[in-house]
């Protein structure tokens, strides 16, 4: 059991979660008419569908049984936030998704994208990179043309503001 000391008139904790409770020299301690323990009481989350909803645990002051009591509200993503995942940087509007490889066959590009300040993210497995942007320079236009079919453009799915 874990237990800390719960501050009523601020509404605080005072101090550290301790396991068991507050005692001074083996003795239930003292504590001033502000000052009360609370037990931490955790529950178990329910089940939900973390593709499409995501938990928030609450924790709730009970004063009447000392206890300091978690639960959980489930919430919907929104179809932006369904979108918009894997999407690393939504302030850009249009990412590349290359092949690793792509920057060691055209170095220029992974300098053209550090010197501009621009990201570049890999896949989780590591075969992929996207290169994030606001637009496509004219003068590049030729070289993505060239490498159809490698590469793949793709818009920001949703707008986000």
């Given amino acids: 059991m874990e237990t800390f000391i719960y501050n009523k008139d601020t509404n605080n904790r005072v101090g550290e979660v301790r396991e068991g409770h ?3 020299d083996g003795l239930p301690g003292w504590l001033p008419e502000e000052l009360v323990e609370l037990v931490l009481i955790p529950t178990d989350p329910p089940e939900y569908d973390s593709g499409l909803e995501y938990l928030r645990d609450i924790w709730t002051v ?6 300091y009591e978690q ?3 489930v919430f919907p993503y929104t179809d932006q936030e ?3 995942r894997g999407w690393h940087h939504p302030e850009l509007e249009k990412r ?3 092949p690793a490889s792509l920057v060691n066959d ?3 590009i992974g300098v053209h994208m550090i010197i501009n300040k621009l990201p570049i993210e890999p896949s989780e497995d590591g075969n992929l990179l996207y290169l994030y942007m606001d637009f496509i320079r004219p003068e590049h236009q030729a070289l993505v043309d060239s490498l159809q079919g490698v590469l793949m453009i793709e818009d920001r799915p949703v707008q986000w503001y």
């Fill in 22 to 24: 507050y005692l001074v």
């Fill in 71 to 73: 639960s959980y509200e």
């Fill in 82 to 84: 369904i979108a918009m």
């Fill in 96 to 98: 590349i998704v290359a």
């Fill in 106 to 108: 055209y170095p220029a």
């Fill in 62 to 67: 009970n004063l009447e049984n000392n206890t």
